[in-house]
Every structure is written in structure tokens, then in C-alpha cells.
């Protein structure tokens, strides 16, 4: 028997180095919870908040060297979408399995410290979701604070029950390829170009 393992699924991990500028960032989320069911969430602008600026830099920075890794042929990935989450402490709530539509690559910033956030292998979900014995259908995420990872969009996760006794602090992106895409392709047909605002 021969196997060979094609088109592997990469998850990106980033770290801020400014710490010191986390506890203004827990404090700005905690106040623009919008909205909560059993997570508090903000609004998705948060790109555009002064507030945030620094963070972003580095955010577009990673995004940078995300395209520059897998030479996608865009001018860049541009953030579309951001926004925190707040859990709270003991309360066992979690992130329930999803994927991104509408993004091409999405991340998760760790403001603090939490539960797991986990990864699934998309091999098992596209038709009878039968899960695999040895347990290499899933990849767990222990959350490092100042950490940020970024993930094709497509790819199934969710967050295990938050059980500690600290609120468990998050900020999402969601992104789309920006400036010219597909410039050096031979069908241009395929070539694009949009701007995000």
C-alpha cells in the first residue's frame, strides 16, 4: 500500500509582543459587548476603531506573511471583519462548530487565557460523518495570550466549555483578497480587483 498526504491543512500562529497594551484591550471589549446570548460579542467594525490600531498593524503584518507563504497572487488579504468575544468565568459556555462563509482567511486573537479552541479534519464532514478511532480527526488550540492564529475560513471549529474563573477574551477577523487578484493568471477571466473600505 502507498499514501500519499496532499493538500494539507496549515494553521498560522503569530506573537504580540505588546503585551502591556492587552488589559486596555480586554477593557474595550468588555464595554462594547453589543449584544450576548450565551458569548458577548461586539460589533465587527473594530478595525476601524482608534483603539485598535496597533493590533491591526500586526494583524496585517501576519496577513502579509500568510500570502507571502503560500504566494497568492493578490497585492493582499484585507481584514473585512473584526470583532471581540467575551465568555464568562465558570459558565460553560463555548463556541459552537462552524466555519467562516463569505472570508477567505479568518483568525482568533487571544487576549487572555481559556478554553481550547479545536480544529476538525474536513476529510470526515463532507458526507457521512463518521468519526476515526485513532483521534486524528481533531487538533486542539490551547489559547496563549498575545497569540494569534489564522486558518482557511473553511475550516470546521468551534471552542471547548469554558470552566475557569477568568472571563475568556477573544477578537475575531474575518478577510476577503484585495487589489489585483489573479493578475499573472493565463485565463483572465479569473482576474479580479476590489478594495476594501
Avoid at 3 to 21: A, H, N, R, T
Avoid at 96 to 117: I, N, R, W
Avoid at 118 to 134: C, I, L, Q, R, S
Wanted: aromatic residues 14%; contains cysteine.
Amino acid at each position: 500500500m502507498k499514501i500519499e498526504k496532499v493538500f494539507p491543512i496549515e494553521i498560522f500562529s503569530f506573537q504580540y509582543d505588546q503585551l502591556d497594551e492587552l488589559p486596555m484591550l480586554v477593557n474595550f471589549i468588555e464595554n462594547n459587548i453589543t449584544h450576548q446570548v450565551s458569548i458577548g460579542m461586539t460589533q465587527g467594525d473594530l478595525h476601524k476603531r482608534d483603539e485598535t490600531q496597533n493590533l491591526v498593524k500586526f494583524f496585517n503584518n501576519s496577513l502579509e506573511q500568510y500570502k507571502n507563504y503560500y504566494e497568492y497572487d493578490c497585492e493582499r488579504i484585507s481584514i473585512t471583519s473584526m470583532w471581540g468575544n467575551m465568555t464568562d468565568a465558570f459558565s460553560g459556555d463555548r463556541h459552537h462548530q462552524h466555519k467562516h462563509p463569505l472570508s477567505f482567511v479568518s483568525g482568533v486573537f487571544y487576549l487572555t487565557e481559556g478554553s481550547s479552541t479545536m480544529f476538525f479534519n474536513p476529510t470526515n464532514f463532507d458526507m457521512f460523518h463518521v468519526w476515526k478511532t485513532n483521534n486524528n480527526y481533531e487538533y486542539e488550540n490551547v489559547p496563549k495570550v498575545g497569540e494569534l492564529i489564522l486558518f482557511p475560513s473553511t475550516l470546521q471549529h468551534c471552542t471547548k466549555p469554558h470552566t475557569s474563573g477568568n472571563h475568556r477574551h477573544t477578537i475575531s477577523i474575518n478577510t476577503i483578497p484585495a487589489g489585483k487578484v489573479n493578475q499573472y493568471a493565463e485565463d483572465k477571466a479569473t482576474t479580479w480587483e476590489i478594495e476594501v473600505k
